[in-house]
């Protein structure tokens, strides 16, 4: 997104209808109004994998598992060049970033599969593509032993983040958090695994860049009991910048060890799946508030809202083969 949309915009969330449907609504929040909006495509076993810049990519999720790039706003769509790999993953972790100064377009992919069967080892892998190569390069191949890659990460200032999970079945400690990062230099290729421990336990983990800050919104507890929200930035330790005050948390009722958070620039969206309410944070002015009430309603118990963060733009187009 270019500077002067920043302040035009700010930061949309899409919030389906429905699941596997195109249409739902947009939250501009400027305006605070809720938009009627329609996905620019309809691909059932498609969904929003990555964000960034003004450009949404949505992954299909079949066995090619085949990437696209949106702008939402243009109504412009790009396959993605063919699948790097056929064989199938269980984990797949992708994030989009735009170059300030080059514009190219890069899409890093990070997957991890069973080895065998030995649950502690797992294959793990990052594929890099960008808009200047056309083409899919493999920068990581190796096996991990006691740990996952997730299906989350960011990349923020020419780092790959990803989360990696442990594949202990019983942690060490009560306290013990089973999460870590794993970091990957874009441009050096050079993978590393974090030693820097979680805040706390955690669940529910999403990784943000704001502004070039890597930011982590998390629920704090384990045995599947969310007991509050918090959000961190990662400076030479995770720094604890806000936690949701216990008036928002009990706002959105029953909530379990599931739900959404995504954001850019200085604004962070969360919500619980089983509700259409959502919460805005503010960074730089440290404010929570809730958005406009959601037009939607719950129509059944199972009725789930999904939805993600996008920045609108008007001068950003994916690039195409």
């Given at each position: 997104?270019?500077?002067?949309?920043?302040?035009?915009?700010?930061?949309?969330?899409?919030?389906?209808?429905?699941?596997?449907n195109?249409?739902?609504?947009?939250y501009?929040?400027?305006?605070?109004?809720w938009?009627?909006?329609?996905?620019?495509?309809?691909?059932?076993?498609?969904?929003?994998?990555?964000?960034?810049?003004?450009?949404?990519?949505?992954?299909?999720n079949?066995?090619?598992?085949?990437?696209?790039?949106?702008?939402?706003?243009?109504r412009?769509?790009?396959?993605?060049?063919?699948?790097?790999?056929?064989?199938?993953?269980?984990?797949?972790?992708v994030?989009?970033?735009?170059?300030?100064?080059?514009?190219?377009?890069?899409?890093?992919?990070?997957?991890?599969?069973?080895?065998?069967?030995?649950?502690s080892?797992?294959?793990?892998?990052?594929?890099?593509?960008?808009?200047?190569?056309?083409?899919?390069?493999?920068?990581?191949?190796?096996?991990?032993?006691?740990w996952?890659?997730?299906?989350?990460?960011?990349?923020?200032?020419?780092?790959?983040?990803?989360?990696?999970?442990?594949?202990?079945?019983?942690?060490?400690?009560?306290?013990?958090?089973?999460?870590?990062?794993?970091?990957?230099?874009?441009?050096m290729?050079?993978?590393?695994?974090?030693?820097?421990?979680?805040?706390?336990?955690?669940?529910c983990?999403?990784?943000?860049?704001?502004?070039?800050?890597?930011?982590?919104?998390?629920?704090?507890?384990k045995?599947?009991?969310?007991?509050?929200?918090?959000?961190?930035?990662?400076?030479?330790?995770?720094?604890?910048?806000?936690?949701m005050?216990?008036?928002?948390?009990?706002?959105?009722?029953?909530?379990?060890?599931?739900?959404?958070?995504?954001?850019?620039?200085?604004?962070i969206y969360?919500?619980?799946?089983?509700?259409?309410?959502?919460?805005?944070?503010?960074?730089?002015?440290?404010?929570?508030?809730?958005?406009?009430?959601?037009?939607?309603?719950?129509?059944?118990p199972?009725?789930?809202?999904?939805?993600?963060?996008?920045?609108?733009?008007?001068?950003?187009?994916?690039?195409?083969?």
């Amino acid at each position: 997104m270019v500077s002067d949309e920043r302040g035009l915009y700010g930061p949309w969330y899409f919030m389906y209808k429905e699941s596997q449907n195109s249409e739902g609504l947009a939250y501009d929040p400027l305006a605070r109004k809720w938009h009627n909006f329609v996905l620019p495509f309809t691909l059932p076993t498609a969904g929003p994998v990555a964000a960034f810049g003004g450009l949404v990519c949505f992954a299909e999720n079949s066995d090619d598992y085949m990437l696209y790039l949106c702008n939402l706003m243009t109504r412009k769509l790009a396959k993605l060049p063919g699948p790097y790999e056929q064989c199938r993953s269980d984990y797949y972790a992708v994030s989009l970033n735009i170059d300030r100064v080059s514009k190219v377009q890069s899409i890093v992919v990070a997957r991890s599969s069973r080895s065998s069967n030995d649950y502690s080892e797992w294959s793990f892998s990052v594929d890099t593509c960008s808009s200047h190569s056309q083409t899919w390069k493999n920068v990581v191949n190796t096996v991990l032993y006691g740990w996952r890659g997730g299906e989350t990460s960011v990349i923020c200032n020419g780092i790959f983040y990803c989360v990696r999970h442990s594949t202990a079945m019983v942690g060490n400690r009560h306290d013990e958090c089973r999460l870590g990062l794993f970091y990957f230099d874009l441009q050096m290729e050079k993978l590393e695994i974090g030693t820097l421990p979680m805040p706390c336990p955690l669940t529910c983990v999403k990784l943000i860049n704001c502004n070039g800050h890597l930011i982590m919104v998390g629920g704090i507890g384990k045995a599947d009991v969310v007991r509050g929200i918090g959000i961190w930035e990662l400076q030479a330790e995770w720094k604890e910048i806000s936690r949701m005050p216990h008036k928002f948390f009990r706002g959105f009722g029953e909530l379990d060890d599931v739900f959404s958070s995504s954001g850019a620039d200085d604004l962070i969206y969360i919500h619980a799946y089983g509700s259409p309410q959502l919460l805005l944070f503010n960074i730089k002015q440290q404010s929570w508030r809730w958005s406009q009430k959601c037009p939607m309603v719950k129509k059944h118990p199972l009725h789930l809202f999904t939805g993600f963060c996008f920045q609108p733009s008007l001068h950003v187009a994916p690039w195409s083969n």
